[in-house]
């Protein structure tokens, strides 16, 4: 590989470990762009192959990432890869199209952790002249809350910005939960961890509870999904609970399809596993 690539492919693989590229939309752009750049130097070879899988392995959470690798590795010319990240660059601005509508005037919306998906559909509803309210938690412990509570200020959304578990003090406000996602899959759909929490929650005081993502995010894979645990540093300094204490910091959880109302993309919405893997058909690049 030539040492100019090589030091790039180094520096995005290092910031997606540290999250300074999150968000899977994000994440797989930057990666389809070293695969690009990769490509226009020594084409297809069987150094691009892996590249991808390299790349896929990064965030195995991340069905998005794993399809569009997967997809990368079938391309036989550079605008092959070009049309994925077009698609992928202009998705989110599809979704907020799509399904806009489903904001209602004085609505209170409570959401977790950050979704560029979600935050253009929540644009593209006040764009359409809809006053509504979200209620957007911090999410520990990378704080990414303040990314989506950031983006929708900007927008001239009333954001109230809470910690992870203060949802309870709003139920009777709360009109409806809507969360990105990260898979789509027979089992359910994963997010950020402390979303399921959330989901049975919204389905105990009896409000929808609404996921947003693109096809892409439609896993098919059989294998079960290995749940990244990141460093407990992120918490607490171990040095902090003494020897006899450990510490897990599982980065995904994963809401069964009974608690989900509906999984709403660019092509239509699914209620059940059956839907959402017809949806996946319905892309083509």
Excluded at 33 to 62: M, N
Excluded at 105 to 113: K, R
């Amino acid at each position: 590989m030539d040492e100019k690539l090589r030091k790039k492919v180094r520096v995005v693989v290092h910031d997606i470990k540290e999250l300074k590229i999150q968000g899977a939309r994000n994440i797989t752009i930057a990666c389809l762009q070293l695969l690009r750049d990769y490509a226009s130097i020594h084409s297809f070879d069987e150094g691009f192959s892996k590249l991808a899988d390299e790349l896929a392995a990064l965030r195995p959470t991340q069905s998005v990432l794993y399809n569009a690798m997967k997809l990368a590795k079938k391309a036989e010319k550079l605008e092959d890869v070009e049309k994925l990240i077009s698609y992928l660059k202009n998705v989110a601005q599809n979704i907020g199209k799509e399904w806009h509508h489903i904001i209602k005037n004085g609505e209170v919306i409570a959401t977790h952790c950050h979704s560029s998906e979600l935050v253009a559909l929540l644009k593209e509803a006040r764009k359409q002249g809809k006053e509504f309210t979200v209620i957007v938690t911090e999410t520990r412990p990378k704080m990414q809350g303040i990314i989506t509570a950031r983006e929708l200020s900007e927008a001239g959304i009333k954001v109230i910005y809470v910690v992870d578990t203060a949802l309870s003090h709003f139920k009777d406000e709360i009109t409806k939960f809507m969360f990105g996602c990260d898979a789509v899959r027979r089992e359910g759909i994963y997010n950020k961890v402390g979303t399921c929490m959330m989901a049975v929650f919204a389905k105990e005081i009896r409000k929808p509870c609404y996921f947003v993502g693109d096809v892409l995010k439609v896993d098919k894979r059989i294998e079960k999904l290995e749940i990244e645990m990141r460093s407990p540093a992120e918490i607490i300094n171990p040095k902090e609970l003494g020897k006899n204490v450990e510490i897990l910091n599982p980065a995904f959880d994963c809401t069964p399809w009974k608690y989900v109302t509906a999984y709403l993309s660019a092509f239509g919405k699914a209620r059940r596993w059956g839907e959402a893997r017809k949806l996946l058909t319905s892309l083509k690049l």
